[in-house]
Structures are given as C-alpha cells and as structure tokens.
C-alpha cells in the first residue's frame, strides 16, 4: 500500500495547526519543566491565558500511576510515557486526563523538550469508578456486597498464618417476609437499610461487614481477632433494638 504525502506546505501547516489546536490538549515544556507552548484548546479547557502560564514550572498536576511518576522522574526517558492526571481546575472541581508525555529530541539526539498531549477523561473516569463500585457495593444499603465478602473471605483465607484464624458470622433475618407482607417493600428496604447502618458502625472494631443477599448479611473478623464472642453480642444487642417506623400511620 503507498504512504499518503503531502507536499503542499500550506495544506500541511492546516493540519498540523487543525491538530495541535483541536484534538489533544498540549502543553510543551523545557527540559527543567518550564512552559514554553500551550495550544489553544489547553488554556480554553482550563480557563487560562497562555502568557499567565508561560515560563513558568509545569507543575500544576500532580501525576498518578503505580510509581507516582512526576517530572523530575523522567528527564532521562526517551520513552513516550503514558498515564492518567488528576488536578483541580479553576472552580476546584477535580479533572481528570489521558496524558502521553513526550520526549523531543534536538540534533544530537538529545531531550530538547517534552510535549504533554492530553485528553479530557472525566467523564469516562467517573463511569468507570460507578461501575467500579456497583460491582463491589450493594446498591440498596451502600455497604459491601456478595462479592465482595467472598473476595475479602478469600484475601483473609491466603493471609492466615497458624494458628490464626478469622470468624465469619452469618445473619439470617426471621420472619423477613411478614414484614414485607404486612408493612410493604418500602418498610421491608428501611428495615434492611437500618440493619446495615447498625453493622456498618461496628467497622471501627476491625470487623468487615456485607450484605449476602435478600436478608442475609455477613460479619467477617480478621485473622487473630479474639473478642468475636464479644462482638457478637453487641451485635445481637444492637440488631434486638426497636426500629422506628418511617411512617407514623403504619
């Protein structure tokens, strides 16, 4: 297949500018870090002007990955990195991008500059981090779901070192169904909010608290944890206490 090339000058400045412009976010620095480009679309999505930023040092996100990389890190790399960058825009709500930081090279083959060309991914981060937590979190009382009690029983499982041992306790609401019956699901999903409440405080004292399913909630107790007994009492004496109705004519 032949290479597409484009000999007019003209033609090949507009798309060069079309890009750099339009497409990605970009900032071009020295190789100390210092600001010496911003294309358009980097100062209209952060709401700054190119010359209240020129010269100065490019420290306006803090980069996150496994290795908390940050500019200082690669002044010797010749790779292109990538990775994702949270920072505060002008009215401090937290932004998210896809930046790629790449090294530019003079005659000598040696950094001359870094070009930063960035995307905006809030969105996507945000829906990741839903979907994230949807799958892990029970969606009627906020607390940990099936999942994530077998996964945490799992991890609990491999950490054991003899003769420790962790507690699973399962609770099982009597009776669940006359609730349901006589006062609606809408009083059956307050009473099963309450009692996640009531487990979830308990959290402070080192135990894991989910919902299995139904009314079937899970108490797990770390590995070396001995006052169970003790745990468990309180949690019998906290879940045995009255609950107010939401609704006074019921």
């Given at each position: 297949?032949?290479?597409?090339?484009?000999?007019?000058?003209?033609?090949?400045?507009?798309?060069?500018?079309?890009f750099t412009n339009y497409v990605f976010m970009m900032i071009v620095t020295d190789i100390k870090?210092?600001?010496?480009?911003?294309n358009k679309k980097y100062c209209?999505?952060?709401?700054?002007?190119?010359?209240?930023i020129k010269n100065k040092r490019y420290n306006l996100f803090y980069l996150v990955d496994e290795n908390q990389v940050l500019f200082s890190n690669i002044s010797d790399n010749k790779e292109v990195i990538r990775l994702e960058a949270k920072h505060p825009n002008k009215n401090k709500q937290e932004v998210w991008e896809d930046i790629n930081i790449v090294p530019i090279?003079?005659?000598?083959?040696?950094i001359s500059h870094y070009a930063f060309?960035?995307?905006?991914?809030?969105?996507?981060?945000?829906?990741?981090?839903?979907?994230?937590?949807?799958?892990y979190i029970d969606s009627l009382t906020?607390?940990?779901?099936?999942?994530?009690?077998?996964?945490?029983?799992?991890?609990?499982?491999?950490?054991?070192?003899?003769?420790s041992s962790f507690c699973l306790g399962i609770i099982d609401c009597d009776k669940f169904k006359t609730i349901n019956d006589q006062y609606?699901?809408?009083?059956?999903?307050?009473?099963?909010c309450e009692i996640a409440q009531r487990l979830l405080a308990l959290e402070r004292q080192q135990v894991y608290c989910g919902r299995l399913g139904g009314d079937e909630f899970a108490v797990l107790f770390p590995a070396g944890l001995r006052s169970c007994s003790l745990l468990l009492?309180?949690?019998?004496?906290s879940l045995w206490r009255g609950m107010e109705k939401t609704d006074k004519n019921q």
């Open positions: 297949m032949s290479e597409l090339v484009i000999n007019n000058n003209i033609v090949n400045d507009l798309l060069i500018k079309q870090g210092n600001i010496i480009y911003a209209q999505f952060n709401h700054i002007d190119f010359e209240s090279f003079d005659k000598n083959n040696l060309l960035s995307l905006d991914i809030t969105d996507k981060v945000k829906l990741r981090n839903d979907l994230l937590n949807k799958s906020g607390m940990a779901n099936r999942l994530s009690i077998i996964e945490k029983i799992e991890q609990e499982r491999l950490n054991i070192a003899t003769p609606g699901h809408a009083i059956g999903d307050h009473v099963l009492l309180e949690i019998i004496e």
